[in-house]
């Protein structure tokens, strides 16, 4: 246990950072007393004791509690969605080996950047597309998959934010509950409160239905919860659909309106470190259920409304009592 205990360092400096820490054995001298064991040391990929460091491709921060995609490594995964991207633009296809191979370093990446799986369902299915008889041909991936790839692009272009590895702290239930129905809106409960968003006339269709409304619920009991000002926590959000459930908790779903919705609520988690817990109830027990139905409560009791997206504004209504 020596060899990890640090003999002197570790001060607070006035700039907020830590003097160097100094242990009583290295590198040099584990390697001087392995040496005769015969211990295979792979010495590029050993480095002394440090807090900030290289491990599994991250960048590791113990002092920042973080974790980030090391530049090089970032510029590295550039070039391979430039090379793929330039046959798209060149109209040729690309094939089930390049795919797979993309997919596997976005899914590495979406380690650090977690909304980024929303912007891999698209790939997937295009992956999920190729028959035994067509593995070896190229192929033309759909619009969809195309602009993904330029979010990734875009998002890669320059260095992103670390993912914090602070704790969230305990999860709480805050008497959260989300619910949709086509014939009113939306609506939620939060510690008693609630607030509902009716429909527009021109809400349903390209891909907005059912699901998405209960998509659309679970994204504005988070756009509440950030506008409260919660930060670093667990929040436990009820609603009584399986699918929209299961969708967020796999971080994408074939439908592309739920994926956006997606989007945003791993967007807003980020920014928040707030880790949303979506669970099952049943329609019958879920107190949002009458508000989404148009059966509000006093306005006393009403939660502030937090600012729609453009994305949503020709489709949900704040509801005008």
Sequence with gaps: MSLYIAISGGLLL???????YLYSHGL?????????????????????????????????????????LPDDKRQKYLRKLSSISDLLNQGKGISYKDAMSLNGTLSHVAFVIPHGRAYLANLCTF???????????????????KNDLKWWFNTLSSPPNARTLSPHGTTQDLDLWVDASTKWGIGIILKGKWNTWTLSENWKG????????????????ARTLCDWGLTNAVVIIHSDNQGVIGAFKRGHSRNFQVNLCIHWVEAIAMASNVLHILNYTESAHNKADPISRGKVGSPSSRLPSPELPKELVNFILPYVQ
């Design 14 to 20: 006035p700039d907020g950072s830590l003097s160097p």
């Design 28 to 68: 040099t001298e584990i390697y001087g007393l392995s040496k005769p064991l015969g211990v295979p040391w792979h010495t590029k990929k050993c480095r002394d004791f440090t807090f900030v460091f290289i491990y599994l491709g991250f960048l590791w921060d113990l002092i920042q509690r973080s974790v980030a």
């Design 127 to 145: 992956i999920a597309s190729f028959t035994s008889n067509s593995k070896f041909s190229h192929r033309h991936p759909s619009p969809s998959v």
């Design 206 to 221: 390209n891909g907005r239905d059912i699901g998405w409304l209960e998509a659309i619920a679970v994204e504005l009991a």
